[in-house]
């Protein structure tokens, strides 16, 4: 089987990796002249973990182009993976889906052979039929379900492990126009995914609440770990792991995003979580339990500043260790390490910060920080070090780098306390 991916950024790139690792043919398509050069040279274009390796192994089944025509006309299936931007009411614009969907339609009017779209970028409930299907059937001159075919089928991964998450899927999300698309859809997944997942099919606006809410859910449980934290940091002798490791014990809660530490980023969590709200607003039901998740996130950043000021002597150096909104990668998108890194620089006080992927996406936007050439460098100018991201690098810092009389502040406790000389404090314990 052929396929085409439109988009070939952070989740397109590697998208085409794991489908051409499967045996797929794929052909990629983007604006971006670019990255379509470096697909077609075995190249990755954004850096995601493996993708380097995907690429040149399986380079053989692999070609992009910026001609929308030629990647439908010589493809089965069509997955449209491109930006759906948040607009500041919290609404996922469609702007670059009916680009696309434009440029689909134009080539599916000359394709006899019935071809099934399928976009992957996540959108609002009622975005697919309502912006997507119509310009399909527009451009195309054909009726859905008989001509070609339409699904949503977002993806539920996280970049750093994204084409492992594509390959090993806790479940696979399909909302389907008509029951011979999700027939070819489903047949798709079950020959690429190693792990059988179970597949879950079913109208294509159920499959666009889903996505959402299930990202808000995961949201809802880091928050609520968060407010733990904070409580026990209060409580004489409190210790955040002590509780979450008991709590998680219990099925119905479980282990996993249970952490109690910074507040979560990225380009899904915070976003999806807005869009739900949007979304019940549009249809006059309040959601009190995603309006205190987001709250209770945004209060994370002031939380740790506040304290930083407090712990910091005068004059002192602060030292922030993470600027990427979680390890593994180099996407600085709502990172909480930059809003940190910002409000403190921007108070006066002296900021050096060192992550091992982030720092030139955070250049960009830092303009009154500046930047170590090592892990090293960082820690040993600084009067408190703040551990943000929990890069497994970090715990190679030694206790000889630390100024005498040096804070250790350890957003996720990933350093043993008693290593080091100085005052050592971490989220989630009492001091």
Known sequence: MKVSVIGLGKLGSPMVAAFASRGFEVIGVDVNSEFVRLINEGKPPVFETDLDEYLKKNKERISATKDYRE????SEITFIIVPTPSEKNGNFS???????????????????????????????????EGDLLPVLEEYSGKKCGIGFGLCYN???????????GLLNPDFVLIGESDKRSGDILESFYKDFCLNNPPIKRMSIINAEITKIALNTYVTTKISYSNMLAELCEKIPGGNIDVVTDALG???????????????????????DNRALIFTAKRFGVELPIAEATDKINRHQVQRLVKKVLSFLPKNGKVCILGLSYKPETNVIEESQSVEIAKEISEKGISVIAFDPQAMENAKKVLNKVSFANSLKEAVEQADLILITVPWKEFKEIQPDWLKDGAILFDCWRILDPKKYKGKYFAIGISS
């Open 94 to 128: 469609t702007q670059y889906v009916v680009q696309a969907g434009k440029e689909i339609g134009k080539a599916l009017k000359e394709k006899p052979n019935f071809h099934l779209v399928v976009l992957t970028s996540t959108v609002t409930p009622g975005s697919t």
């Open 71 to 74: 990647a439908v006309l010589n």
């Open 154 to 164: 977002p993806e539920f991964i996280a970049l750093g492990s994204v084409i492992n």
């Open 249 to 271: 014990c219990d099925r119905r809660i479980g282990h996993k995003y249970l952490k109690g530490a910074l507040g979560y980023g990225g380009p899904c969590f915070p976003r």
